[in-house]
């Protein structure tokens, strides 16, 4: 079945730029979106952005401009990029896929978790 | 843009029912989906587009709405139950996705 594996750097000093790729194993990274959702120590999930394999994107506006997901269908991944990180970009971050035609998240990674500390 | 509600906790014993609202905006026009999060582990759907169960959830695991709430609900609870439990619906009207603030199942 589909498998999806975030990595990344595990600490971000702030103000500088927070780079996850996800990697889909098991399947196609075609008619799906792609999605990054974080959870901040202690508390609730925030879904941040999705893109779709067409490469269109749709992003939390409450990340305004810091946030950018892309998609690689050529090696099945997709990445996050998120600029100017404080303490509060401290999260568990979770790649999740999202069925073209139901609107849930069906398949997660295990998540990995960054750490924005000077 | 939509915001959900829930309880931070409910508590059942064994063998009882638990029970989890979820509140919104006129969820007439919103699928709901239900989540299961395990400390430390990912969230894992538990129930999809109002009251389906993906393959390999159990039956005890149910759900309904009506009007501005929607209820998950787990029957003969057990103990491998507790986890947090997150309502998440699409906003269709930006294309965004909102969670619930998620309610922490504790057995008794």
């Known amino acids: 079945q589909v498998q999806l594996q975030e990595s990344g750097p595990g600490l971000v000093k702030p103000s500088e730029t927070l780079s996850l790729t996800c990697t889909v194993s098991g399947g196609s990274i075609g008619n799906y979106y792609w999605n990054w959702i974080r959870q901040p120590p202690g508390k609730g999930l925030e879904w941040l952005g999705y893109v779709y394999y067409s490469g269109s994107t749709n992003y939390n506006p409450s990340l305004k401009r810091r946030v950018t997901i892309s998609v690689d269908s050529s090696k099945n991944q997709f990445s996050l990029i998120l600029t100017s990180v404080t303490a509060t970009d401290s999260a568990v971050y979770f790649c999740?896929?999202?069925?073209?035609?139901?609107?849930?998240?069906?398949?997660w990674g295990r998540g990995t978790t960054v750490t924005v500390f000077s | 843009s939509f915001v959900l509600t829930q309880p931070p906790s409910v508590s059942a014993a064994p063998g009882k029912t638990a029970t989890i609202s979820c509140g919104g905006n006129?969820?007439?026009?919103?699928?709901v989906h239900w989540y299961q999060q395990k400390p430390g582990q990912a969230p894992v759907l538990v129930i999809y587009n109002d009251n389906d169960r993906p393959s390999g959830i159990p039956e005890r695991f149910s759900a309904s709405t009506s009007g501005n709430t929607a209820t998950l609900i787990i029957s003969r609870v057990e103990a491998g139950d507790e986890a947090d439990y997150y309502c998440?619906?699409?906003?269709?009207?930006?294309?965004?996705?909102?969670f619930g603030p998620g309610t922490q199942v504790t057995v008794l």
């Open positions: 006129n969820f007439e026009d919103h699928s």
């Open positions: 999740a896929r999202r069925d073209y035609y139901d609107s849930n998240f069906d398949v």
């Open positions: 998440q619906v699409w906003d269709f009207s930006n294309d965004h996705y909102v």
